[in-house]
């Protein structure tokens, strides 16, 4: 199954800008300096709950997330998305690829920055149909692989990738599979070696 008929130089070009439907793509600009850094690196998204007992004062949250903006360069992070009044989630961009160590970060910075006792919610990882987003998604199956790019004869991307036999024993080609078209959203071939 084919997920994206785009021709490969769009695919290309798509993969240039960041996040799924746009909300992050609104964001970026040429002076953006935190983009262009985490244009060809895998990028956590860590969500979570700055005051899930709802202690502060709008006026208050507001006031200590833009002490936590202020800071969060310094620790490798922007703020993508600021709390608000009823829902009091945030969300965080980091660069890597460990989720629980990027949240632990995260988590430790409100602490200290809004005083409360935040709830870190799920981590998830903008895609941009690199080769680190296919070895990101196999890593979350605790498997590794062999990645290679092609043209089709249409001029659409094309990835393969060579799993070991005995991966693919203990997890369903189909899984995989579907992981990685969602991810990459373009054709992909799994290879058994």
């Given at each position: 199954?084919?997920?994206?008929?785009?021709?490969?130089?769009?695919?290309?070009?798509?993969?240039?800008?960041?996040?799924?439907?746009?909300?992050?793509?609104?964001?970026?600009?040429?002076?953006?300096?935190?983009?262009?850094?985490?244009?060809?690196?895998?990028?956590?998204?860590?969500?979570?709950?700055?005051?899930?007992?709802?202690?502060?004062?709008?006026?208050?949250?507001?006031?200590?997330?833009?002490?936590?903006?202020?800071?969060?360069?310094?620790?490798?992070?922007?703020?993508?998305?600021?709390?608000?009044?009823?829902?009091?989630?945030?969300?965080?961009?980091?660069i890597?690829?460990?989720?629980?160590?990027?949240?632990?970060?995260?988590?430790?910075?409100?602490?200290?920055?809004?005083?409360?006792?935040?709830?870190?919610?799920?981590?998830?990882?903008?895609?941009?149909?690199?080769?680190?987003?296919?070895?990101?998604?196999?890593?979350?199956?605790?498997?590794?692989?062999?990645?290679?790019?092609a043209?089709?004869?249409?001029?659409?991307?094309?990835?393969?990738?060579?799993?070991?036999?005995?991966?693919?024993?203990?997890?369903?080609?189909?899984?995989?599979h579907?992981?990685?078209?969602?991810?990459?959203?373009?054709?992909?071939?799994?290879?058994?070696?």
């Amino acid at each position: 199954m084919v997920a994206d008929r785009r021709p490969a130089g769009r695919v290309a070009r798509d993969r240039r800008r960041i996040g799924a439907g746009g909300r992050l793509t609104a964001r970026v600009s040429a002076g953006n300096c935190f983009a262009a850094r985490i244009a060809d690196m895998r990028t956590a998204v860590i969500r979570i709950k700055v005051d899930p007992a709802r202690e502060l004062t709008p006026e208050l949250l507001s006031e200590r997330t833009d002490a936590f903006a202020g800071q969060a360069p310094r620790h490798g992070m922007e703020v993508f998305e600021r709390p608000s009044d009823p829902r009091r989630e945030m969300q965080v961009l980091m660069i890597g690829s460990d989720g629980a160590a990027l949240q632990s970060a995260v988590t430790k910075l409100c602490v200290e920055t809004f005083l409360t006792s935040p709830e870190p919610g799920p981590v998830t990882f903008i895609s941009r149909g690199t080769d680190d987003d296919v070895r990101g998604v196999l890593a979350g199956f605790g498997i590794s692989g062999d990645i290679s790019r092609a043209d089709s004869d249409d001029g659409f991307d094309v990835v393969t990738v060579r799993i070991a036999a005995n991966d693919l024993a203990r997890i369903p080609e189909s899984r995989i599979h579907t992981a990685l078209e969602a991810s990459l959203n373009c054709e992909v071939n799994i290879v058994e070696v």
